[in-house]
């Protein structure tokens, strides 16, 4: 009695590309942790911070890089924010992060970004997956909780996420926009990423004298990852009452902003497509 033969479903390619080892994969288990340590910051900073955290690194015996793509002020946010023009500030990066690599004759390096800049790098890595980054550490990150890191996973080693329990910034950010989350304070809650919650910690509270800087170095050395024993902090009733507040004063503006950034969505889904 003959059976009929059964047919073998194709496996998706996602799947393949984590069952099967890939180039990538084997470089990060045969390669040197970088020295070069690049730093990127957010909107209404020239980096101030930069100085602090550059003496810090390099006493510690890294190269270190500080990249920029100018003063982001009110006026240039809030036409991103109307427009979703961030194309410029993405190529602009990018053209900085491999010229400084390519300076250091190194095949990876690891970030440090804060604030807006934690976006723009997101942006940068969806944009070219030809870009290798050993370990990034994001502060006051306002990307959207919703970025698949994992279509990426090839493109970095290791990430941290440093969270603030008051960073009010980070909490208004998807109030105002779309595009950005409030990740630098509730965190990714993704297998990919390490959240590390921290207590009575506002935006900028990173870089104060404060903050241990040799997590961060042992870290992009050795991928050390030391607990902070702190949890995910929600809202108090009187922070979710003003956030309903400025939500029925910002839903306007932002259903206006959703309208204007139509045209670069289109473009966006395009050129993807």
């Known amino acids: 009695m003959s059976s009929k033969s059964e047919k073998s479903l194709p496996i998706p390619e996602f799947i393949t590309d984590v069952i099967e080892e890939t180039d990538e994969e084997r470089f990060w288990e045969t390669r040197t942790p970088s020295e070069l340590v690049i730093l990127l910051h957010g909107i209404r900073s020239r980096g101030g911070w930069y100085e602090q955290v ?11 890089r500080n990249i920029s793509c100018g003063r982001i002020g009110s006026v240039e946010f809030l036409f991103f924010l109307a427009f979703g023009v961030e194309k410029y500030y993405v190529n ?10 390519s300076k250091e004759g190194s095949g990876a390096c690891s970030i440090i970004c804060h604030s807006f800049g934690t ?5 940068v890595i969806e944009a070219n997956q030809d870009l290798v980054f050993d370990r990034i550490i994001l502060c006051g990150s306002v990307i959207p909780q919703e970025f698949e890191w994992e279509r990426y996973s090839n493109q970095f080693n290791e990430i941290i996420n440093e969270c603030g329990q008051n960073d009010t910034v980070v909490r208004l950010a998807p ?22 919650f921290h207590h009575n910690t506002g935006h ?27 949890q995910m902090r929600e809202d108090t009733g009187l922070e979710t009452l003003a956030l309903t507040l400025i ?8 259903l206006l902003f959703r309208i204007t950034n139509i045209p670069s969505n289109l473009i966006s889904y395009f050129m993807k497509s």
Do not use: C
Not at 92 to 101: E, P, T
Not at 119 to 123: A, D, E, R, T, V
Not at 217 to 226: C, D, H, L, N, S
């Open 247 to 254: 939500k029925l004063v910002a839903w306007p503006f932002k």
């Open 204 to 230: 900028g509270d990173f870089f104060s004298r404060s903050f241990d800087l040799g997590l961060w170095a042992r870290f992009i050395r050795e991928g050390e990852y030391v607990r902070t024993g702190i």
């Open 119 to 123: 976006y723009l790098l997101s942006k």
């Open 92 to 101: 602009r990066l990018h053209r900085q992060i491999v010229a400084a690599m």
């Open 54 to 64: 550059i003496d810090f690194l390099e006493n510690s015996k890294f190269k270190v």
């Open 175 to 196: 109030i105002l926009s779309h595009k950005l989350g409030s990740t630098g304070r509730f965190g990714f809650r993704n297998p990919l990423i390490q959240d590390r």
